[in-house]
């Protein structure tokens, strides 16, 4: 199970409240709330880091189609940055990038190589 932070970015941190009171979607393993002293933190839970990375890209399409005006988008853009922010979710999108990069390489590298049935007729 995968947790991501979220600090307080106003006066008082998220809640599972707020995300039921402003229709944001809910993480796939749900919201917890963490207390430690003075600092309340939110904390996200997902099955892994590829949930977590769909979760991000849902809320930048509901921030594309809020008003600039309304409280609720500057906490969804803090919502996604934090998650994008978060070091298991750089490590896996770079990790799986490279790997995405590294397997389309070898592929066109084969075709490259690889004799086609025309050539030999």
Known sequence: MLRINIPPTGPSPLTFADFIKYHLPIPSKGVKAKAKGKNKNTVLLFDNEYE???YADQL???VATVSKTSP???IIRDLATSIRNDDTIRNYVEYSSLYTWIKNGLKSFRKAIKPSALGSL
């Open 72 to 74: 609720i988008r500057s």
């Open 52 to 54: 977590a990375v769909v």
């Open 60 to 62: 930048e399409e509901i």
